[in-house]
């Protein structure tokens, strides 16, 4: 998402919804799997085969709408490589058996306190977030939909 304050990217109105859906999007089918008992976490939509298809389908349900799908492939790419090492970019194509972890909710609270890099991406995410909604002047809720959108007022000064 700070990606998008690069002024040769902002001009291009990258519809950051999309990019937000696709960078959330493989957790949000994955991690109710987990709590089902199915999978760890990172399988189903954690795939390269998944980026492909997910992509082609918003692609064309776009009608071709790169200002779209491509902000989505950015979000769907980020996600999986910030998940390595733990992504089975081959999956369904090759098996992949990781540990099965028990108690999943406490895992994830614990490496929220516990695991430096979980912490320090966590920090980044949320300053970065501060970041974008100054720079822009996003204290309203239009504001911050335009702004996801990839229209409105963040544009003028260019
Ligand atoms: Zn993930």
Same mark, same amino acid.
């Given at each position: 998402?700070?990606?998008?304050?690069?002024?040769? @990217?902002? $001009?291009?109105? %990258?519809?950051?919804? &999309?990019?937000?859906?696709?960078?959330?999007? /493989?957790?949000?089918?994955?991690? /109710?799997? *987990?709590?089902?008992? =199915?999978?760890?976490?990172?399988?189903?939509?954690?795939?390269?085969?998944?980026?492909?298809?997910?992509?082609? *389908? =918003?692609?064309?349900?776009?009608?071709?709408?790169?200002?779209?799908?491509? %902000?989505?492939?950015?979000?769907?790419?980020?996600?999986?490589?910030?998940?390595?090492?733990?992504?089975?970019?081959?999956?369904?194509? =090759?098996?992949?058996?990781?540990? !099965?972890?028990?108690d999943?909710i406490l895992f994830?609270f614990d &490496?929220?306190?516990?695991?430096?890099?979980?912490?320090?991406?966590? @920090? &980044?995410? !949320? !300053?970065?977030?501060?970041? @974008?909604?100054? $720079?822009?002047?996003?204290?309203?809720?239009?504001? @911050?939909?335009?702004?996801?959108?990839?229209?409105?007022?963040?544009?003028?000064?260019?």
């Amino acid at each position: 998402m700070v990606l998008t304050e690069i002024p040769q @990217i902002k $001009k291009l109105k %990258p519809n950051r919804f &999309a990019l937000l859906i696709g960078s959330i999007l /493989p957790d949000v089918i994955d991690k /109710p799997f *987990v709590l089902l008992g =199915i999978g760890t976490g990172r399988y189903f939509s954690h795939n390269l085969l998944f980026v492909l298809v997910s992509f082609i *389908v =918003i692609f064309l349900s776009t009608k071709r709408n790169l200002r779209v799908s491509l %902000p989505f492939l950015c979000g769907l790419t980020t996600h999986l490589l910030l998940d390595i090492p733990y992504v089975p970019f081959f999956y369904p194509f =090759i098996s992949y058996e990781w540990v !099965v972890i028990d108690d999943v909710i406490l895992f994830w609270f614990d &490496a929220l306190f516990t695991n430096p890099f979980v912490i320090i991406t966590e @920090i &980044a995410g !949320v !300053v970065s977030l501060v970041f @974008i909604l100054i $720079k822009n002047k996003l204290y309203h809720r239009k504001e @911050i939909m335009d702004y996801l959108k990839g229209e409105g007022l963040s544009i003028q000064h260019e």
